[in-house]
């Protein structure tokens, strides 16, 4: 167990970011797709009692495991469904995931009391960190299981180093059912790669290799508990693509999210901006590399970004379990060279200038936004202009973490009024709760990704198809409703959509299907193409 005083270093970041991200996630709704798919397919298994199979739409969902549902099927039963646990459960395991930082550096680096608080920090101060942990999604659950197994696998005893085995067990076994065998890869890379840097794998590497392998199926065990009965009682498809499909169909060829070998490089500097843009770093990394002491953060980052390198399969958000790896790193430089580089308030006064300068450039782009934005974000670039000052005179890499942290939330803060008129769902899954309620059919035209679901509480999956199954549909059906997507709103004289609403750059429309049906340009011949409907996930 940790004992509390542990934590006592990491009071600053840990209640910078917790009420940063609180203050952040309740400006407005849960955002498509990630975090609407997320809560939908939590309230499909919570509306329909399948406590351990995963739903997409009425169907078995292989794509995902239930650790997420699980969590937030925890807070509904104390408070009722709704969003505001899952959101507040995306708050905690994010702090928490930065306390696992700081005590992880604290057991590697036991002879630099300053290295816990300045990794917390610098987990704290990762903008993509701050961001994705806004969205209810599967990568914070499988984070904290992956920095709970590590810091198993690094327990200390005084000088002595004593693995947890069972504390890794059951690290492999949540990270199982909180993002499926990935979990494997993340926590195997430095389990395999032990003898290079822990020293009971060095001292005794048989024992060492014994223990491991044993908590390592002791996880998978325990994932079994959950695999075994929900293979039995999926379908034949479940089954094949959750054993097969869903780990083998990425690797190579991915059916998803497939990327060449070398996306992740120009990737990971977009990641680790303003850190990696900056001399300062790069000035230390030779020193950082020889140094024995930072050998594990090494073989952990480059581990892991050649693995997911040579998967075909790509996503930025794929790292977001080792970004412990890379505050690590830029603890130790920090420890080393106390005074960070300039680039980071620079950065942030660019930002502040272009905010700042909103209502010149949004005259220049030919593009719809609410007036509120306009007021929103020239008050967000003084802010930042402060903030990049200050940045600028403090140098510190808490003062630089703290900046971008505040630099982020206030960003986030000016871009609300933008979120809620283009990417709030709630009207019209409003309007297609009370049609279904009502007893009405809905149906959808293309990959519906349940952006609909959770907000609008359908207790029936949505119809899904192509335009060409829709016009028979809605001949078979002219009283129900259709959704389409497209790329203006609706001006024309005559028959009228029951709803739309603004989607980003397009329009969403519900119909009542026969007056879809008798529009003009669904009497013209189908084009190519519309009678194929893109890949489902399942």
């Not at 499909?44 to 937030?72: C, I, Q």
């Not at 199926?217 to 009965?229: D, N, R, S, T, Y």
């Not at 500097?269 to 953060?297: C, E, H, I, T, Y």
Request: aromatic share 12%.
């Amino acid at each position: 167990m940790t004992a509390a005083y542990d934590l006592r270093d990491l009071r600053a970041p840990l209640l910078a970011w917790a009420v940063a991200a609180l203050l952040s996630i309740f400006l407005h709704g849960p955002v498509p797709l990630y975090s609407t798919r997320s809560l939908a397919v939590a309230w499909e298994m919570w509306d329909r009692g399948s406590w351990l199979v995963p739903l997409f739409n009425g169907a078995p969902y292989s794509h995902k495991t239930p650790l997420l549902p699980w969590l937030n099927h925890a807070g509904w039963l104390v408070i009722g469904v709704g969003d505001v646990w899952p959101r507040v459960l995306m708050v905690l395991l994010g702090t928490i995931a930065i306390a696992q930082t700081g005590l992880l550096a604290r057991r590697l680096y036991p002879h630099r009391p300053d290295m816990p608080a300045l990794a917390a920090w610098a987990m704290a101060g990762f903008w993509y960190f701050f961001l994705f942990a806004l969205q209810i999604m599967y990568e914070l659950p499988l984070t904290v299981a992956v920095l709970g197994g590590l810091l198993a696998l690094c327990r200390r005893e005084g000088e002595a180093w004593r693995p947890w085995w069972p504390g890794f067990a059951l690290a492999v076994g949540f990270g199982l059912l909180a993002k499926g065998p990935v979990a494997l890869l993340h926590l195997g890379i430095p389990l395999l790669t032990a003898r290079w840097w822990h020293p009971v794998a060095r001292e005794n590497g048989k024992a060492f290799a014994k223990r491991a392998g044993l908590a390592v199926l002791g996880g998978i065990g325990l994932f079994a508990l959950w695999l075994v009965p929900a293979v039995v009682l999926g379908d034949p498809e479940y089954r094949k693509a959750l054993l097969v499909t869903q780990t083998a169909g990425r690797l190579k060829d991915s059916f998803d999210h497939a990327e060449p070998w070398w996306w992740y490089a120009p990737m990971l500097l977009a990641l680790m901006a303003p850190w990696w843009w900056s001399a300062w770093w790069w000035k230390q990394v030779p020193a950082l590399w020889r140094d024995a002491g930072n050998r594990f953060a090494w073989i952990w980052v480059v581990g892991v970004v050649l693995c997911f390198s040579l998967i075909s399969g790509k996503n930025a958000y794929y790292l977001l379990p080792d970004f412990a790896a890379f505050a690590l790193l830029l603890a130790a430089a920090a420890h080393a060279r106390p005074r960070l580089g300039v680039i980071g308030g620079v950065l942030v006064l660019a930002i502040a200038a272009v905010m700042l300068g909103a209502r010149v450039l949004a005259g220049r782009i030919d593009q719809p936004f609410p007036d509120e934005l306009l007021l929103s974000l020239p008050i967000a670039g003084a802010v930042l202009a402060a903030v990049g000052i200050g940045m600028l005179r403090w140098r510190s890499l808490p003062a630089q973490a703290g900046g971008l942290l505040l630099a982020i939330v206030v960003l986030h803060a000016a871009a609300t009024p933008l979120i809620k008129s283009q990417f709030d769902f709630t009207p019209t899954a409003n309007v297609l709760g009370e049609a279904q309620r009502a007893g009405k059919q809905i149906a959808f035209i293309g990959e519906y990704q349940l952006q609909f679901h959770f907000a609008g509480r359908l207790h029936a999956p949505l119809v899904v198809m192509d335009e060409a199954d829709a016009r028979a549909w809605s001949a078979r059906n002219p009283d129900g409703l259709i959704v389409v997507n497209t790329l203006d709103d609706w001006r024309h004289p005559g028959a009228q959509p029951v709803f739309q609403q603004r989607w980003r750059t397009r329009w969403i429309q519900v119909w009542r299907a026969g007056d879809w049906r008798a529009l003009p340009a669904q009497q013209l011949p189908l084009q190519a193409g519309a009678g194929e409907l893109r890949y489902q996930p399942r």
